[in-house]
C-alpha cells in the first residue's frame, strides 16, 4: 500500500483548515445581519440629552374688584340699591282739615310740602319714592300752587279732582296727573268717614298707571343737597340749638315742632295736639325747612265761595333749617317752575340736610310767621 507522504498530508489539513475558516466567515457575515449571537454584546443606548424641566404655568394675580360706589336715594340721601330706585317719584294731595284727622300715610313720606289754602286751614303735598305705602287718605283736590311744588321731580301727582286751570298746570310741567274724578285706577271711599274726607288714594296702584315718557325721567332728581356725615349737616355746624319751633301758617293753623334726641327727628303738633297717623304712628321729620313765601289770591273760588290762594314759589325769601336739635338761617331761591328749590347759607354755600325725611312749612309773608324760643 503506498503511503501518502507526510508533506502531502500536511498540506491538506491546511488546506481543510482554510476551507472551514472561510465557510464560516461566510456564515458570520450572512447571520449577523438578522441574528446576534448570545454572546455578542448588546449595541449601546443612545447617551440621552438633557432636557429643561416643563415650565409649570404661573397664574397671574387677579386685579382687585372696584368696590361699588354707594347709591343714595335722591329724595331722602339715606343709602338705598339703584335697582329699587327706577321708578317716578308719587305725590298725593291730602288734606289737613280738622275733620280729616288723623291722616294715613303720611309717616312713610321722603317730602311733606304743607300749604296754606282757602279758609286759613292747610292741605298737604306728600311725595313717595323709597316707601311706597298701601295707602294713603284723606286724598283732596288740586291748587294752583302744586305745580311748582312737583314740577322739578316729573313724576305722578294724584288727586281726585279740582278746576281745570289747576290740571292745565300740573299737565304742563312734565308730570302726569291720576285723578279721581277722570276715573282712574287708584281710589276708594272709606266708609267710616263722611264724604269729602273719605278718599282713600293707593300709590302703588298710581304708580302702575305711570306713562311710557316718564321714564325718560326716573327717579327723579334730588330736591334738596344732603350731608354724608353728621359733622357736615349745616345745622349742626353753623347753627344753634332750637330743641322747639312754633310756626304760624294762617289764623287757623299753628304748626309746632319739638326736638326728640332718642330718635333725631322734630315730633309735629297740630297746635296744641300731636300730629298722628291712623296707625298710631306720631309724624316726625329728619329735617324741618321753613321758608317765607309770597300768597296771593286768584280770581277762583271754591264751592263755598271762599277765593283761592296761590303760593309763590318761583322767586326768593327768607327761611332755615331745622335738623339734629339745631337750626340755621338760609335764603331760599327758585328761578323757574320746573328748577328744584336751592338753600344758601350764610356764606353762599347750599345748605346740607340731615338724610331722611323733610317736612317744608310755607309760610305766608305778612299772615304768617315763625319762632325759635
Known amino acids: 500500500m503506498r503511503r501518502t507522504p507526510r508533506r502531502q498530508r500536511a498540506a491538506g489539513v491546511i488546506a481543510l483548515t482554510m476551507v472551514v475558516a472561510i465557510g464560516l466567515s461566510a456564515c458570520t457575515t450572512a447571520w449577523g445581519q438578522d441574528l446576534a449571537w448570545p454572546w455578542d454584546e448588546p449595541e449601546p443606548l443612545p447617551t440621552p440629552t438633557a432636557t429643561a424641566p416643563a415650565k409649570t404655568a404661573v397664574r397671574k394675580a387677579e386685579p382687585p374688584k372696584p368696590v361699588p360706589k354707594p347709591v343714595y336715594w335722591p329724595l331722602t340721601g339715606t343709602r338705598g340699591k339703584e335697582a329699587k330706585m327706577q321708578h317716578p317719584a308719587v305725590s298725593v294731595k291730602i288734606e289737613n282739615s280738622p275733620e280729616a284727622r288723623p291722616t294715613r300715610g303720611l309717616e312713610h313720606a321722603d317730602i311733606v310740602w304743607e300749604e296754606v289754602v282757602e279758609g286759613g286751614i292747610t292741605r298737604f303735598v306728600a311725595t313717595y319714592h323709597s316707601t311706597l305705602p298701601d295707602a294713603v287718605e284723606p286724598v283732596r283736590s288740586v291748587r294752583p300752587m302744586d305745580a311748582a311744588i312737583v314740577a322739578p321731580m316729573k313724576g305722578i301727582l294724584a288727586y281726585s279732582g279740582g278746576q281745570l286751570p289747576f290740571i292745565d298746570q300740573v299737565n304742563r310741567v312734565s308730570t302726569q296727573s291720576v285723578i279721581m274724578d277722570k276715573g282712574h285706577a287708584g281710589f276708594s271711599r272709606d266708609p267710616s268717614r263722611s264724604a269729602p274726607h273719605n278718599v282713600i288714594g293707593r300709590p302703588k296702584v298710581f304708580l302702575s298707571q305711570e306713562r311710557e315718557d316718564?321714564?325718560?325721567?326716573?327717579?327723579?332728581?334730588?330736591?334738596?343737597?344732603?350731608?354724608?356725615?353728621?359733622?357736615?349737616?349745616?345745622?349742626?355746624?353753623?347753627?344753634?340749638?332750637?330743641?322747639?319751633?312754633?310756626?304760624?301758617?294762617?289764623?287757623?293753623?299753628?304748626?309746632?315742632?319739638?326736638?326728640?334726641?332718642?330718635?333725631?327727628?322734630?315730633?309735629?303738633?297740630?297746635?296744641?295736639?300731636?300730629?298722628?297717623?291712623?296707625?298710631?304712628?306720631?309724624?316726625?321729620?329728619?329735617?324741618?325747612?321753613?321758608?317765607?313765601?309770597?300768597?296771593?289770591?286768584?280770581?277762583?273760588?271754591?264751592?263755598?265761595?271762599?277765593?283761592?290762594?296761590?303760593?309763590?314759589?318761583?322767586?326768593?325769601?327768607?327761611?332755615?333749617?331745622?335738623?339734629?336739635?339745631?337750626?340755621?338761617?338760609?335764603?331760599?331761591?327758585?328761578?323757574?317752575?320746573?328748577?328744584?328749590?336751592?338753600?344758601?347759607?350764610?356764606?353762599?354755600?347750599?345748605?346740607?340736610?340731615?338724610?331722611?325725611?323733610?317736612?317744608?312749612?310755607?309760610?305766608?309773608?305778612?299772615?304768617?310767621?315763625?319762632?325759635?324760643?
Open 214 to 373: 316718564l321714564r325718560l325721567f326716573s327717579p327723579p332728581p334730588a330736591q334738596f343737597a344732603y350731608a354724608r356725615e353728621k359733622g357736615e349737616v349745616s345745622a349742626v355746624k353753623k347753627g344753634r340749638k332750637a330743641g322747639t319751633l312754633k310756626v304760624r301758617l294762617s289764623n287757623r293753623q299753628t304748626t309746632n315742632w319739638y326736638w326728640d334726641g332718642s330718635s333725631h327727628t322734630y315730633r309735629r303738633s297740630e297746635g296744641g295736639a300731636p300730629s298722628m297717623s291712623m296707625s298710631g304712628a306720631r309724624h316726625a321729620a329728619r329735617n324741618v325747612v321753613v321758608l317765607h313765601v309770597d300768597m296771593v289770591y286768584t280770581r277762583y273760588t271754591d264751592p263755598s265761595g271762599a277765593r283761592v290762594p296761590e303760593t309763590k314759589l318761583v322767586g326768593s325769601g327768607e327761611g332755615f333749617v331745622a335738623a339734629e336739635g339745631r337750626v340755621v338761617k338760609v335764603r331760599w331761591k327758585k328761578g323757574r317752575i320746573g328748577a328744584p328749590i336751592t338753600l344758601e347759607l350764610a356764606n353762599g354755600k347750599e345748605a346740607r340736610l340731615a338724610p331722611g325725611n323733610t317736612w317744608v312749612e310755607l309760610v305766608p309773608k305778612g299772615s304768617g310767621s315763625w319762632s325759635v324760643p
